[in-house]
Structure formats: structure tokens, C-alpha cells
């Protein structure tokens, strides 16, 4: 292998990295959030089901802010 082409790999495993301890994280956790939202919902319990969204609205702001950081990063890193 290339100098070249470690470094793609290099990078290659660095963004998934990033990609999976970030974002992938984030997905998960707003997945199982909206379903507890859904459950409260069912069981008529609109405090809860309001608390599960504050938290859906939490964790996308927090996705949200990771992606920006991410890209940010592979625009600066160039």
C-alpha cells in the first residue's frame, strides 16, 4: 500500500469511527425516545409523553450539533 492510500484508509476509519460513536448514537437513542413517547401516548399519559419528546428534541439537537462538527472537520482537515 501507498503512503497515499493509508492515509485514505486512515481517514476512512477515523470518520466511522466518529460517524458510529456520534451520530449512530444519537439515531438510537432519538429511535427509543419516540417510541417511549408513543408508548405514553397510548397509555394517555401526556406528561411523559411530553417529557419523551423534549428528549426526542434534545438528542436531534445534539445530532445536529455533532454533524456541524463533523463536517466542519472535513472542511478544515482539507
Do not use: K, N, Y
Not at 503512503?3 to 444519537?26: C, F, K, N, Y
Not at 419523551?52 to 463533523?70: E, G, K, M, N, P
Amino acid at each position: 500500500m501507498s503512503a497515499a492510500s493509508d492515509a485514505v484508509a486512515r481517514e476512512r476509519r477515523r470518520l466511522a469511527d466518529e460517524l458510529h460513536g456520534g451520530i449512530v448514537q444519537h439515531v438510537t437513542a432519538l429511535s427509543l425516545a419516540v417510541d417511549s413517547a408513543l408508548l405514553h401516548h397510548a397509555d394517555g399519559d401526556a406528561q411523559a409523553t411530553m417529557a419523551a419528546l423534549r428528549s426526542v428534541r434534545a438528542v436531534a439537537d445534539a445530532a445536529v450539533r455533532d454533524c456541524r462538527q463533523l463536517i466542519d472537520g472535513l472542511c478544515t482537515d482539507a
